[in-house]
């Protein structure tokens, strides 16, 4: 351990983990419980590892070691603890073809889209430090100094869902742990195994108590919400359970984070290019040197940000509807080690039912359906392949309805005005894009539509150093950039007399 509090890992060396066995990670100790559990490949069906099943007890440890290690890692000086998360990126990014490979085991996204999420968790981690939350002097006077400034909160609590483990869960270790508080990770029991991979990981960069991460079952999450040690939660997932985490956390009135579900609309205007547009819309590059994913069907329709609503402009509504058929029908659904493959499973049975629910709407609702994903029935894997719905109601559940799986509702658009009160009519705001070749008045319409993320000619960018939260149902506050980082703070104003 350095004199200043940061581990010795920071220096840079990093023996391999072994990524066949995982344990709790409190204080530093890798640790497991009496009662275990384990995951589902959700390509194969088969069981994975054994993880530890925490208890109240556990989670009491826990939250008293992060206490003890905030007095003492709340007055590192934050450079340093910013040298602390570049050494953490450093350290996944020698360890980064494991996490690709367990990520595919545990979530059953195709390799090419794990690479993906684990440089964007390694650029996440080296770009925190980049930004700083600098005092701010608000009235200087003769007598007097008036400053501004934030100080961290304590104890946070990270709720990590399943679709983007390793992403979600760097997204609020960082900002956390570079504002000076103490951190304690809760996965999802779907996918807790990378999660508990980047804590051991963290036991070589960080002071015991710093990054903590225990798997649990079901109840775990309300055990976190309900402690009274932890000052804030940072939540990612459903509307439904981020309504019972913002309950709790008033109990004992936490700060908290929620970034809950969306039902994205997509604009197409009567002007667009189709053939540049089509691809763009079923592709979007994260990285230009990186694979391309599809902004529809990325991670089988399992990211809040991709495009749910696509309106498309009635004058070129049957020529798109057709071009992007054709193109959708090249994606090739299977197992994320396959070659060529763009759509992984449905990640668990829970969701895989729900999904299976939606596409059975089809007949029992008469959609007309130029796609039609077929549900692989035979399959020890949860596959279900992408279906475009043509022009279904707007009030049908495909359209109201965040469905969570590969499955994109078109409708047809002609008057402005008329477009935007659609595209606004939902409890959710979270993304929403306008693509059109006149700029102006893409502009135009973009800055009508309620949501917490905005594009023109593109959909679900994100970079650390940009706000990313949800207007209405889909979430309270914001994550990364400044913002995302004052979140783990209490502002507080100095009054400063220069004189008794």
């Given amino acids: ?71 003492s890692w709340s007055k590192v000086p934050e450079e340093e603890r910013g040298k602390a998360l570049v050494a953490f990126a450093d350290a996944i990014e020698s360890h980064q073809a494991e996490f690709e490979r367990l990520l595919v085991q545990e979530q059953g996204k195709p390799l090419s889209t794990a690479n ?10 080296r770009s925190f430090p980049k930004m700083s ?11 007097e100094t008036i400053i501004s400034r934030y100080t961290p909160l304590g104890v946070a609590g990270g709720i990590v869902p399943w679709n983007w483990p390793v992403l979600l869960g760097v997204g609020k270790i960082g900002p956390a742990i570079y504002t000076g508080n103490t951190i304690i990770i809760k996965p999802s029991p779907f996918t807790p195994y990378c ?65 809950l579900g969306g039902n994205d609309p997509a604009i197409i205007c009567g002007d667009v290019d189709i053939d540049k547009v089509v ?34 402009h009635e004058s070129i509504y049957a020529q798109f509807r057709d071009a992007l058929v054709k193109f959708s029908q090249s994606i090739k659904t299977g197992d994320g080690f396959e070659a060529d493959v763009l759509v992984g499973p449905i990640q668990n049975s829970m969701q895989y039912d729900k999904v299976k629910d939606m596409y059975s709407q089809i007949d029992k609702e008469g959609w007309t359906c130029p796609l039609r994903g077929r549900i692989q029935e035979s399959s020890n894997g949860y596959f279900i392949e992408p279906a475009i719905i043509d022009n279904p109601p707007e009030t049908s559940s495909i359209v109201t309805e965040e ?3 590969p499955i994109l509702p078109m409708l047809r658009w002609r008057d402005e005005d008329e477009v935007i009160e659609r595209a606004n009519d939902s409890k959710m705001g979270l993304g929403a894009s306008v693509w059109s070749s006149d700029i102006e008045r893409a502009h135009r319409l973009a800055r009508q539509l309620e ?23 889909s979430g309270l506050g914001m994550e990364w950039g400044l913002i995302g980082l004052k979140a783990y703070c209490n502002p507080q104003t100095l009054w400063l007399r220069k004189s008794l």
């Fill in 1 to 71: 351990m350095t004199s200043n509090g940061t581990s010795d890992a920071v220096n840079g060396t990093h023996a391999k983990l072994e990524f066949t066995t995982f344990r709790n990670v409190i204080n530093n100790e890798l640790t497991t419980t009496a009662e275990t559990r384990h995951g589902i490949n959700p390509s194969t069906g088969e069981p994975l590892p054994e993880v530890p099943v925490s208890t109240q007890k556990d989670l009491d440890t826990a939250v008293a070691y992060s206490r003890k290690a905030f007095k």
């Fill in 403 to 405: 469905p969570f799986g």
């Fill in 279 to 312: 691809p763009k819309v079923g592709r979007q590059s994260a990285d230009i040197a990186l694979e391309v994913a599809t902004l529809a069907f990325l991670n089988s329709g399992q990211i809040c940000m991709l495009i749910k609503r696509l309106y498309v």
């Fill in 451 to 473: 949501a917490g993320s905005v594009w023109v000619n593109s959909h679900f960018v994100v970079a650390p150093g940009i706000p990313f939260g949800g207007h209405k149902w």
């Fill in 195 to 259: 999660d508990l991979k980047l804590g051991e990981l963290g036991t070589r960069i960080f002071p015991p108590g710093v990054l903590q991460v225990l798997s649990g079952g079901e109840d775990l999450g309300p055990m976190l919400t309900e402690h009274p040690g932890i000052d804030k939660i940072a939540f990612t997932g459903s509307i439904a359970t981020g309504k019972k985490v913002m309950e709790s956390c008033s109990r004992t009135l936490k700060r908290v984070t929620l970034e």
């Fill in 116 to 125: 993906v999420e684990l440089n964007m968790a390694i650029e996440w981690l």
């Fill in 133 to 143: 939350l600098t005092e701010e002097v608000l009235s200087e006077t003769e007598d």
